[in-house]
């Protein structure tokens, strides 16, 4: 060790004298008030960075010295973060639904508190806290009047009861609008109350039956939920790919076009027809005549269920028709027959339906050979199916394939029908009629087309008497037929087609 350092005391490091330490202090000059002076002289010395937000003048800054005002802006800040939230999630919540919730009654600042624009102060509006919305007048108390003296007033008093009357409007319907008789301070009285009451009650009902009936009967050009239920079922089956639309309409049915599925029991056509009959009898009212003398379904008619009148006519037309394909009478083939709803082959190709034949446009040669096969048609039908057609005519007589096919024969009858004989006696007219104003030289006049397909020949003279003779004819085979107890026509009991589809809420 150096001996020239240990002789001046002075330590010495590897790298360089230590500089001396300064000299200790002694508790009585640190409590000095001359040494705590100089020591804040030292400081003020060295140049301080202020504040660069200190020196920026306020604009409106609060006073913060008050603790009760600090909390009042923290907790306001509070708020709004509380609120935001609650925005973000009443979004979330919502996304793009047409029905929203709002957490309106939830936020902690109102958006009139928040609001710094004087728009927002007008548009809004607390409907909460309505300033300009009238009072409801306050219940009686219990004992009956309120006020003491001679300001009494009971329940019964006028002005009291016509202002409660008022109020309770209120609890109408959602569709009556009753205004803002609380604000204009309307008085109705016992009666007028009363009898608005009733008159709304009863709109209420009507409206009900109205709908329930919307609902239950067919439309003209649409169905009623249950129907479409039915061919919803068909398509689910298989029995139809797809329904394409509607195709004719009229007073007892509409007819949509389909595409054909597949059936266990037999083929389906590619296109088919489902004829749907009118659950409504508004524009067919008088189709019971057709039923209830029918001896077929007389057993079965039901005048006070008119869905089951329009099942057992959806029936009536598939047995006819299966009749008349026995016979081998161009008419549609029945495939399926589920409630009131009939499915038959398409008479048309491709989506495109045959035209009637008031609507076609034939060669003179080719509508004489048109009356020729509707005149086989019609003794055909009389005699080998015992049926008329009790509505043919040129609206129901399709011409296809070079030849006519026979549509609609939900109101046939048999011949032994207390009115047979004038169903087939007006077929008659309306045939010789058309064929007439269309040039056919050869057509019969009405009393020669009916005495050549019933067979009757029946003397031809003044229209009366011959319908007088038709009547007496109809009377004497009704007597003869609930004498014999049986039909003078032997027709068979069974006439075959297609499965019916029953379900199990019929």
């Known amino acids: ?15 360089g004298s230590v500089a001396p330490a300064p000299p200790a202090c002694c508790l009585t ?17 060295l ?4 504040d660069p937000a200190a020196d920026l003048p306020s604009e409106d800054a609060p006073d913060t010295d008050s603790d009760l005002m600090l909390a009042q802006m923290l907790q306001l800040q509070f708020d709004r973060e509380f609120d935001d939230q609650l925005r973000r999630e009443e979004r979330k919540f919502n996304g793009d639904s047409k029905v929203s919730i709002s957490f309106e009654n939830y936020r902690m600042v109102h958006p009139y508190e928040d609001s710094d624009s004087s728009e927002d102060e007008v548009d809004w509006q607390d409907t909460r806290h309505d300033p300009y919305k009238a009072e409801k007048p306050q219940a009686t108390p219990r004992k009956g009047f309120t006020g003491k003296g001679k300001n009494i007033t009971t329940k019964h008093d006028e002005e009291t009861c016509g202002r409660k009357n008022t109020a309770r409007m209120d609890n109408f319907a959602p569709e009556v609008l009753v205004g803002d008789g609380l604000g204009m301070d309307l008085k109705l009285s016992n009666q007028v109350f009363n009898s608005l009451k009733q008159h709304c009650y009863s709109e209420q009902r009507r409206s009900a039956r109205l709908h329930e009936k919307k609902e239950h009967s067919t439309a003209e050009q649409a169905v009623d939920p249950r129907t479409r239920l039915l061919m919803y079922k068909m398509v689910n089956a298989g029995v139809l790919e797809n329904i394409n639309g509607c ?8 007819v949509f076009h ?7 029991e037999q083929p389906v056509p590619d296109e088919v027809v489902l004829k749907v009959f009118k659950t409504t009898l508004n524009e067919f009212k008088n189709r019971d005549r057709y ?10 008619f039901s005048k006070l269920n008119p869905r089951k009148i329009i099942r057992l006519w959806a029936e009536k037309e598939m047995h006819n028709l299966s009749r008349m394909k026995r016979a081998e009478i161009p008419c549609p083939e029945v495939v399926l027959l589920k409630k009131h709803i009939l499915v038959m082959s398409f008479i048309g190709k491709d989506h495109v339906p045959a035209p009637k034949l008031k609507d076609a446009m034939l060669s003179p040669d080719d509508m004489k050979a048109a009356y ?4 086989h048609l019609m003794q055909q039908m009389y005699r080998e199916c015992h049926l008329v ?4 005519s040129e609206y129901n007589i399709l011409w296809h394939q070079g030849k006519v096919w026979l549509i609609d024969v939900s109101q046939s009858v048999e011949p032994t029908h207390p009115h047979g004989l004038e169903f087939l006696f007006r077929d008659c007219r309306n045939v010789s009629t058309f064929f007439q104003k269309k040039g056919v030289s050869e057509a019969f006049g009405v009393h020669e087309l009916f005495n050549a397909v019933s067979g009757l020949n029946i003397p031809i003279g003044a229209e009366d008497e011959f319908m007088a003779q038709i009547v007496a004819l109809e009377k004497r085979n009704e007597d003869h037929v609930q004498k014999r107890g049986r039909k003078t026509f032997p027709v068979s009991l069974e006439d075959g087609g297609p499965p019916l589809k029953v379900d199990a809420d019929d």
């Open 247 to 254: 195709i004719s309409t009229g007073k007892e049915s509409v």
């Open 1 to 15: 060790m150096d001996q020239a350092a240990l002789a001046t005391g002075t330590p010495k490091g590897p790298w």
């Open 29 to 45: 000059e640190v409590m000095s008030e001359q040494l705590a002076r100089q020591l804040d002289e030292e400081n003020n010395v």
């Open 389 to 392: 057609h009790a509505d043919l």
């Open 258 to 264: 389909a595409d054909g599925g597949s059936l266990e």
């Open 372 to 375: 020729h096969q509707v005149l």
């Open 291 to 300: 039923i209830k003398d029918d001896y077929r379904f007389k057993d079965r």
């Open 47 to 50: 140049p301080s960075l202020s």
